[in-house]
């Protein structure tokens, strides 16, 4: 199985008007089981309603179905999470959209965190919940770091996976900011990547913005080059990151399990997570 989180930067009715652009957001989503995209900003949810319609007919073998969360975001400018799933392969058993008002600390999102629990049918992980996160850049040392208060709020599990857009590189987060992040200083949370590790898709910066972090399968995170496997130019899909990959067999499985925490981030495109 095949989870990844995908920036597609500002999803909306013009991104979705090019033939071309549709269709190569076609085949890279379809190279996902859960993929859940980020920076949706259609006020009126036309978008979407296109989008999975396009993406069932462009699959022939598999149906995808939808969930999205509320629109998230301070004053006129709001963005969606968006979930698509193949529900013949897991079925989702809940949904939590993060409640930012805690005490003394109200708001602490630009976007609150939106949790899915699923159920893998195949039975590879009992379950699995996917906490997709798309910070503001100016604020990101501090919502990070409130990340590690939110991942054990709802349900009780090990198989969590922080997922999305961090921007926790460049000119946002610093080295020493870095380390004082719980999530990156806490032993329980792992990156899998380093940071000098490129995953934009962008010719002009070499920034590590999706950082997925899990602790199973040393060295097998790898970013996917869709503009090389698809010889397309960098205007062409007018995004900025690379898919993201990750893979577990089976016989990970009992390792999976006794995991406190796994945590993994993106920024624009698709991080992946496999299970074979």
Known sequence: MKVTTFNIQKFGKSKLSDPFVLKTLNKIV????????????DSSGDSVDTFL??????????????????RLGRGNYKEQFMFLYRDGLVDLVGSYQYKDNQSGDEDAFAREPY??????????????????????????????????DVFQMKWKT???????????????????????????????FHWLITDDVDTTASTRNNNT??????AVVPDSAKPFNFQKAYKLKEEDVNNNHFTFELIFNHTYQNVITELSLSVFSAFISAETLMYK
Do not use: Q
């Open 53 to 70: 319609e396009e993406l069932n007919k462009f699959n022939k073998t598999h149906h995808y179905t939808l969930e999205i969360s509320t």
């Open 209 to 214: 913005y999706d950082d997925m972090l899990k």
């Open 115 to 148: 949790v899915l629990h699923f159920v893998h049918v195949l039975a590879v992980l009992e379950d699995l919940v996917l906490m997709p996160v798309h910070t503001n850049p100016e604020d990101s040392v501090k919502e990070l770091d409130k990340l590690y």
């Open 30 to 41: 379809s190279r996902y089981d859960i993929i859940i995209i980020l920076e949706v900003v």
């Open 158 to 188: 090990d198989n969590i996976m922080i997922l999305g857009d961090f921007n926790a590189d460049g000119s946002y987060v610093s080295d020493n900011e870095m380390k004082t992040i719980h999530i990156r200083s806490d032993e329980n």
